[in-house]
Nanobody, 127 residues
Framework: QLQLVESGGGLVQPGGSLRLSCAAS????????IGWFRQAPGKEREGVSC????????DYADSVKGRFTISRDNAKNTVYLRMNNLKPEDTAVYYC????????????????????WGQGTQVTVSS
């Protein structure tokens, strides 16, 4: 059965780091574009990062460039989001999602083109 499970969230101080994981079952993640998204209370969902199949090209939201890194471990069928120098404005529920289109592009956006989503993991950045 197809399933995406996010993990790795938690409470960290500003300037701290977390690594989020998106573990898949029922599909091979590296065949598809995978995206990370977040949604904070009272705000719309926003794209954070994505990683493509094949070449493994990536894209990032301007707000996280230089701080976040997306990567993939094919052996573990898992996509990661390493988050460094976290800021209070990074506080949100973080979701991973898969785009089933075989020729999809990896571009950060609102995520309407993604087909299947995980349940999310909470990230809270506070002192």
């Amino acid at each position: 059965q197809l399933q995406l499970v996010e993990s790795g969230g938690g409470l960290v101080q500003p300037g701290g780091s977390l690594r989020l994981s998106c573990a898949a079952s029922g599909l091979t993640l590296d065949y598809y574009v995978i995206g990370w998204f977040r949604q904070a209370p009272g705000k719309e969902r926003e794209g954070v990062s994505c990683i493509s199949r094949g070449s493994g090209s990536t894209d990032y939201a301007d707000s996280v460039k230089g701080r976040f890194t997306i990567s993939r471990d094919n052996a573990k069928n898992t996509v990661y989001l390493r988050m460094n120098n976290l800021k209070p404005e990074d506080t949100a529920v973080y979701y991973c999602a898969v785009d089933f289109r075989p020729n999809a592009n990896c571009l950060v956006g609102l995520g309407y083109e993604y087909d299947h989503w995980g349940q999310g993991t909470q990230v809270t950045v506070s002192s």
